[in-house]
Structure formats: C-alpha cells, structure tokens
C-alpha cells in the first residue's frame, strides 16, 4: 500500500449486499483489492440476519419511522448477530480486525426518543483506534453497534454510524446498497445522476423524484458530508464490480456539498 491514511475510504456494508454468502465473499474480495491501492474502513449492518436471529427465537420487530424498536431483548439479540458477523467480515477480507463500538469506545452515542428503546445515534468515533489499526496494516470491520456515557449498548443505524465514521475522519464514502444509485426516474437506470451537490439532492427530495426508500439513504448521505466527509457515494453492492468503480468516482451517485 503506497498510500496515506490522508486517503482513507469508508464503506458501508450490509443489507441486502449480505444476503447470500456468496455476494457477500465476492464484496469482501473487492474491498481485499481496493485495499491494495487505499487504506479502507468498513461499516456493517446486517439487517437480514438480524431478522433472522429474532425470528428464529420468537422476537418480533417493529419498526418506528424506518428504525428498529430496540427492547433490551432484542439487544442482546442484535449485538450478538453483529458482533460474529463483524468477524466472519473479517475474516472475508482478511488482514482485518472485527470491532463494534464497545471496543475502547470506538463509537459513543446517545439515545432517542424513549419510544425507540435502545436506538441511539453516534456522537463520537476514536478516529485514534482506528488511525492505529490501519497503520500497523489491517483493515478495522466496524459493527453498528455504540455505547452511551455509561458504556451501555445502543443499537445505531449502520447508515448513519458510517456517515458520522466518515465524517471524523474527513474521509470519503461509499454506501453499497440495492439500487445502482440515484434516479429521475427509479424504474430507468439511464435516468442515473452521477453527481449532485447538497442543494441539488434537498431539491429532488422536496421535488419527489428522490422518495420512498431512496430518501434514508440520501440523508445518510448527506449527513456523512455534513460531518465532514468530502464525497459520499450511493452504489449498487448487488452485483461484483462496482465497488472500484464507485470509489474512484465511476459508478453510482457521488454527492458532495
């Protein structure tokens, strides 16, 4: 790796980008490759595996205005399944650490509305942990997963939690999702905008050609450049490729301030 950690790429993982293990080893081979020409931070969720684990013990989800209802049992539930996933990522990638934020605090947040439960937002990253992994050579594989002042567990989304990592490292972002990236019109990829400014982007919302589940995903966006990120771009991980591509501005939408 020939560069500086001035050049480090955030990308956040998860989803429906995980849903078969197969995509998901080809995404990690991908991030092992650009890792080659870049220092990289990965930022996971794993919502369908989550799912899955609550299902599979009889925890029933509910969702409040797009976040997950977090009662301690389910927690506890969340936390593990995010926690192991953090290493099989890990693992994928190779040369990589699985972390979550109880580890040296690495994320600190606060809670939200009471109604959310344990549903917080991050406040804080140690960008000092994890100047130090990359430059002994591995890759941090960062769980959305924070703690509060107390050092109890909050369940962040891994959207925003990768927006706000991005964001204390001055560093710019790739979010790999299930669209190949912001459209005029979402039923013709020829429609894709490859570049919009903030200005641009709240008009489109405010317009309604940016809506539905575009919209979250959007605002992470522009959260990750609001905290300081210099680029953040919405990329397809629902097929091998365009990982590359979308970090050296080729694929995807690429938002900026």
Do not use: C
Not at 81 to 108: H, M
């Amino acid at each position: 790796m020939n560069s500086t950690l001035s050049d480090i790429l955030v990308v956040k993982y998860g989803g429906n980008a995980m849903k078969t293990l197969e995509l998901r080893r080809a995404i990690a081979s991908e991030i092992a490759n650009l890792r080659r020409t870049r220092p990289v931070v990965v930022v996971h969720g794993g919502g369908p595996v989550i799912e899955a684990n609550l299902k599979r013990l009889g925890i029933e989800s509910h969702f409040l205005r797009g976040l997950r209802v977090t009662t301690p049992e389910a927690l506890e539930v969340i936390e593990s399944s995010l926690t192991k996933l953090s290493k099989e990522l890990s693992q994928d990638i190779g040369s990589s650490i699985g972390l979550t934020g109880r580890d040296s605090n690495l994320l600190v947040g606060v809670r939200l509305e009471p109604e959310f439960g344990r549903v917080g937002r991050v406040e804080t990253v140690n960008t000092v942990l994890i100047h130090k992994i990359l430059k002994a050579g591995f890759t941090p594989v960062i769980g959305g997963i924070a703690v509060d002042e107390a050092g109890e567990p909050l369940n962040v989304n891994a959207d925003w939690a990768a927006g706000a990592v991005a964001g204390a490292l001055n560093s710019s972002i790739v979010f790999l999702t299930d669209v190949p990236g912001v459209m005029r019109d979402k039923e013709d990829p020829s429609t894709l905008a490859s570049k919009l400014n903030a200005l641009e982007t709240r008009a489109w919302i405010e317009q309604g050609i940016i809506a539905g589940g575009m919209i979250p995903k959007v605002e992470a966006a522009l959260y990750a450049i609001e905290r300081g990120a210099p680029t953040a771009t919405i990329a397809s991980g629902m097929q091998a490729g365009v990982l590359e591509r979308a970090a050296n501005g080729n694929a995807g939408t690429t938002l900026r301030a």
